[in-house]
């Protein structure tokens, strides 16, 4: 019997993308350059090693757009660069591609939801300001008035 479709090995040719991701408050590009850098990771090191460009020509961005959602994904503890250099043949030193360490997803959660506790406690500190300002703007305007 002909089967169309060939049969799909489950571990082949795919990669995971943790549910949480969808609950960090990521822009669609900054989902896309992370999905980049997940399918080109090492599933043994967590690390992986393209160029901006390369990132950008598969998500169709420029490099320094890439660059950008890269320090984003970076700042939202996502992923860990540090970089790398070459030798050319000619015996010089080059810098290299960033070296990707993907960090794991409860870390970024972690953060996350630390960043939202802290603006969370900011947001009531100005109310209260705000109000007491407030107050004392009606007794400044009571004791004019007097």
């Known amino acids: 019997m002909y089967q169309r479709w ?79 250099t070459i030798t050319t043949k000619d015996g010089r030193v080059r810098n290299g591609s960033l070296i990707y360490t993907i960090r794991p997803i409860q870390e970024a959660l972690e953060l996350n939801y630390q960043r939202q506790f802290l603006r969370a406690e900011r947001d009531i500190e100005r109310t209260k300001a705000e109000k007491r300002l407030a107050e004392l703007n009606r007794q400044n305007k009571k004791e004019e008035s007097a």
Request: net charge positive; proline share 6%.
């Open 6 to 84: 060939p049969k799909r090995d489950p571990n082949k040719h795919y990669y995971l993308v943790p549910n949480e991701v969808f609950n960090l408050g990521l822009s669609s590009h900054e989902i896309a350059v992370y999905n980049y850098l997940l399918r080109c990771e090492d599933r043994r090191t967590y690390q992986c090693h393209p160029s901006y460009r390369t990132i950008g020509r598969a998500v169709q961005l420029s490099e320094n757009t890439v660059r950008k959602y890269v320090a984003g994904l970076e700042e939202k503890g996502l992923i860990r660069t540090e970089p790398s």
